[in-house]
């Protein structure tokens, strides 16, 4: 049976324990991993590591590298050991973030298009090892990932040494759905030839000089789903918000009937507001992301959506089972490709993605905040929002008109983190409705985000910021400086946004 | 003479007067015109409107598109006669900016890659009458554009009616420098065939359904080329210590020996650190960008530089009758695109463009703003510097270090509008020194900004507000929120934001 998960023979004596592969780590290095969303991440050995430092004691600070955001076997146990010293370029863990935002683990969120040519470029110094989860090894060696593509390629072609952790849970018919295309690098780069989201342009497989390959690990680990998301009225709200918007383009004329590409955010409204397509009436649809969720699984299955590009799956468990036991059936319908290519400015304007992206808070003239609280405490990081925002054909912000049972307004005169800049946003939708910025200047932007987005707690309050701000000087972007981020203060203050906090009063006290 | 300029016999009948041409331009209606910086912008039209709606009184209220900043015969004299309702993409005139700032003209500063696909898109509406500046038109009626191509060559294709202004005083040796491509739209877009600056992939005029272009007018105005800016010990040093960080990338293998294609900000700075290459060692240099400036030339009269790509020239007065007078010299040596390829960010990718821009702030933790003084009167606009500084190869961003006699510092703990995050800008150059923020995180950012290029006045007052936010909370990008904009209010209260007018006795005064 191994043999045809380990199809280059000579590899089948580099089978080792995940304890004998982690020697291979010492203090100091870069370590890269393949990865994205908790799908695809190596699993036995980054624990195998963390043993064998909490039981050694021995000193022991890494950089880590990876796709994306990866399962708890990784970047927790890691953490948790206090064996990150940096981290890029993007995580959702608990125990990661709460080191990065106690200075802990020196964090840099990068957009995700940019890290491999990044690494190739030699911004990072050099690979020491890469560990890439596997289903099987090619008879040349070649690498066949499991269930996302992240970095794993230029991780591969970097790196001095490569540890493979063949996951036998993982179906070895996911062979044939990755498609690994690595550009060269300027000045020798050549157009991406991709102009469909179906196009296949590289190899199912990551090529890989089996020599680098120092160990194979055996796992049986299954990734990490996350929770099924629960129905949420909200997010169904906005996602009927979103489709009525998109039944008004295609009436304009300013998109075809089948919409173009769609992008969708990675996390529960995500899923939520592409669950809304289901019966929308659309047909014909593609979508070319990062992430396959749950609903686009049904949007397959519902025969609405006849491809889904992406990097990785990011499927509940539920779904998962689905998925991972019709690999046949999905075959030709979804395909993972490396980050750089699944993101790529260029592909994305190419195709003419719809992005839709969660916003933490948004401000009044359309800056969005997707990356830090109250200013200062990182959540994720900007992830490949920026990658789609920038180069989209209609670049779309969701968000909650509130937060914390209603102290918070998403909605604020400035925001405390600028993530996306007014420059890229076109359309913001809340479940109060959709502000559609196309055309606008700054105080017709503000005058509408209010009307169209802000829950009415805070809609007064956000106009009387607006007005004052008009009297009080400049009227193109009016803002009153020294009361701008006043909003932010009183939270931390007073625990709300409410009017209550905000007056002057309660204010100087 | 008039035959060779007009080749297509049927438009000579079309030729008329600008009062005559501008009959056409009626209120509610959105205009469209050549130019990008002061040159190649209709320079009779405008003005005629201007004074017909004066002696006549007529309401007349307008949407005007332009692909850049233009001279002032067109901004200026629209704006004074207050003929502009909404104004995109940019601009740098004093009126256009006086009547922004007061509230009169309603802009929106855009990305200048986007607006011709948007304009295709449909998201500006109709364009009703294109103006455009030509030195010919050819046999089959297309317009063979002056010293810019800008966003004309969409215009052109869009608009109902077409009014070409044939100015005599641009030599008619110009022909043959443009290169007009325009993408298809998704989702027929294929990959753009540009892999070097040099090369040339579309028709040296602007194909034209010449049944729509209603009236030629005959004019001999120059452009409006800007000073001739003086030497600049600051710029030098600041000039100084880019070469030395581009020699460093050379060495340790991130640049190739002859770098890898320029972009440069439009301005004095922007000029005068391209200038500092021309004695820099380095050679076979080749140029992206959008315009054209001064240094240029020079770096390419000194056999330095082999090829520049723009949208325009931007020569001041002297520079551009060198240029005029030796067309045959130059042109296979720069080559005119419209700014949706000049800008674009698939080959800004795939070329690998160092771009570097000129900030009006930056704050600790590397985020620019490049539009706004003090958070709410616009300066000009983003510009190109979105298109590049997201996707060049390396993302450099240039300031002086203090402004108004010192009394601003341009180091801030939080800048009052960002145009370009800490994802995107890679390193800092003021006359200080060079920040190089690759791979640090939030807090390594702010030491190394305020080491190596904050002024010596402010390095203190910064390095004291970091560490009292490393104090008071998170620590992945500390903040005090109600004091990060302090620096700002001060300013705006006491002219200056020298550690007196930040002394907590006064703040509270």
Known sequence: MLTQRIRYAPLLDKVV???????????????ATSGFTPFGYPKRVPQALADRVRRTGEPMKLTLLTGASVGDQLDGALARAGIVDRRFPYQTNDDTRKSINQGAIKYQDLHLSHVAQEVRYGFFGDIDVAIIEAVAITEDGGIVPSTSVGNSPTFVQKAKKIIVELNLNQPSGLEGMHDVYIPADPPARQPIPLVHPSDRIGTPFIPTDPEKIQAVVITDIPDAPPADAPGDAVADTMAGHLVEFLRHEVKVGRLPSNLLPLQSGVGALANAVLRGLLDAGFDDLTMYSEVVQDSVL?????????????????????????????????????????????NNPEIIRRLGVIAMNTAIEVDIYGNVNSTHVLGTNVMNGIGGSGDFARNAYLTIFTTRSIAKDGNITSIVPMVSHVDHTEHDVKVIVTEQGVADLRGLCPRERARRIISCCAHPDYRDMLSDYLERAEKAGGKHTPHILDEALGWHCAFLKWKTMKPMALQPSRKTG
Chains 1, 2 share one sequence.
Do not use: C, N, W
């Not at 995940?18 to 203090?27: F, V």
């Open 298 to 342: 049904d949007l397959i299955d519902a025969g609405i959506l006849k491809v889904a590009s992406a990097s990785s799956i990011t499927f509940s468990g539920r779904v998962l089972t689905r998925f991972l036991s019709q690999l046949d059936k999905y075959r030709d319908k979804i395909i993972l490709r490396p980050q750089e290519i699944s």
């Open 17 to 31: 324990t995940a304890d004998e592969a982690a020697t291979h780590i010492r203090d100091g290095m870069t370590v």
